[in-house]
Nanobody, 123 residues
Framework: QVQLVESGGRLVQVGGSLRLSCAAS????????MGWFRQAPGKDREFVGA????????SYANSVKGRFTISRDTAKNTVYLQMNSLKPEDTAVYYC????????????????WGQGTQVTVSS
């Protein structure tokens, strides 16, 4: 029962960096692991990464590992996705979601979703 709003998506150059934010309503935010997914036109929604309820526990897709970092600011009820060394294939709509149950690699494990924010990587 968390309402999520993503922001920060924009046009960025290849090799550049961008930070996405996911703001959550209420104080139940800290009770959920949070995930980031992305979806490009004509493609399935793809797992990007997740952060657990515990500080410092994160997991990433192989395609972004070493380039993306997820963090959480509990005081601000916000989760961040720091994206570095961006590639054209990172172009997609990025979504944050609250994990409910099951494997955090799959979207069916998440119960609440934001509206998405567009990231476009251009050379």
């Amino acid at each position: 029962q968390v309402q999520l709003v993503e922001s920060g998506g924009r046009l960025v150059q290849v090799g550049g960096s961008l930070r996405l934010s996911c703001a959550a309503s209420g104080r139940t935010f800290s009770s959920y692991a949070m995930g980031w997914f992305r979806q490009a036109p004509g493609k399935d929604r793809e797992f990007v990464g997740a952060i657990s309820q515990s500080v410092g526990s994160t997991s990433y897709a192989n395609s972004v590992k070493g380039r993306f970092t997820i963090s959480r600011d509990t005081a601000k009820n916000t989760v961040y996705l720091q994206m570095n060394s961006l590639k054209p294939e990172d172009t997609a709509v990025y979504y944050c979601a609250a994990h409910y149950s099951g494997s955090y690699y799959y979207w069916n494990a998440y119960g609440c979703w934001g509206q998405g924010t567009q990231v476009t990587v251009s050379s």
